[in-house]
T-cell receptor, first 114, second 108 residues
Framework: NAGVMQNPRHLVRRRGQEARLRCSPMKGHSHVYWYRQLPEEGLKFMVYLQKENIIDESGMPKERFSAEFPKEGPSILRIQQVVRGDSAAYFC????????????FGSGTRLTVV | GDSVTQMEGPVTLSEEAFLTINCTYT??????LFWYVQYPGEGLQLLLK?????DKGSNKGFEATYRKETTSFHLEKGSVQVSDSAVYFC???????FGTGTRLQVFP
């Protein structure tokens, strides 16, 4: 029973390129959450998705960032035209019911924009 | 709005010392409360949880009691080890928010 799988583990992009981060939730989990962690800071909520639906995107920047969780395949967090300030660790978590049963986190994708 | 407040770190202790990391929250209703731990270079792992007032969550020697009257969920451990060095996050998870995290450093 693999946990939450995120890939790539490390991603380097030049300014202006696109970054695509993938998250496969635990088997049986249909709720996915994305968080961003800047160096030496806490986790900031970005977006909450269920299959084919965005439930809460209140933490997503209005521009350049998008997320999806298709019927088949992993959840994708997409960052267009990356800037240096996008450099951070991006964590994905999944849960079975989405209501207080705790999350299982992936190991994160560390994005570096050069 | 809903929020979580954790004591600022780093918390620096010697091995076998007593640990307390304070956490208070403001939320509508009484959500389940969680402590997560993040070891260097890794994602967060669930440490313990409490689902209602006066519940005590415990795991690996850590404990936290859900205090409705003080809206607190302080993390405690009687005797810390070097391997406990990590960042600890308090969270009322159905509110999708985390505290800022408290870094614990334990020295031999």
């Amino acid at each position: 029973n693999a946990g939450v799988m995120q890939n790539p583990r490390h991603l380097v992009r030049r300014r202006g390129q696109e970054a695509r981060l993938r998250c496969s939730p635990m088997k049986g989990h249909s709720h996915v959450y994305w968080y961003r962690q800047l160096p030496e800071e806490g986790l900031k909520f970005m977006v909450y998705l269920q299959k084919e639906n965005i439930i809460d995107e209140s933490g997503m920047p209005k521009e350049r960032f998008s997320a999806e969780f298709p019927k088949e395949g992993p959840s994708i967090l997409r960052i267009q035209q990356v800037v240096r300030g996008d450099s951070a660790a991006y964590f994905c978590a999944s849960s079975q019911t989405g209501t207080g049963d705790g999350y299982t986190f992936g190991s994160g994708t560390r994005l570096t924009v050069v | 709005g809903d929020s979580v407040t954790q004591m600022e770190g780093p918390v620096t202790l010697s091995e076998e010392a007593f640990l307390t990391i304070n956490c208070t929250y403001t939320a509508t209703g009484y959500p389940s409360l969680f402590w997560y731990v993040q070891y260097p270079g890794e994602g967060l792992q669930l440490l313990l949880k409490a689902t209602k007032a006066d519940d005590k969550g415990s795991n690996k020697g850590f404990e936290a009691t859900y205090r409705k009257e003080t809206t607190s969920f302080h993390l405690e451990k009687g005797s810390v080890q070097v391997s406990d060095s990590a960042v600890y996050f308090c969270a009322p998870l159905d509110k999708l928010i985390f505290g800022t995290g408290t870094r614990l450093q334990v020295f031999p």
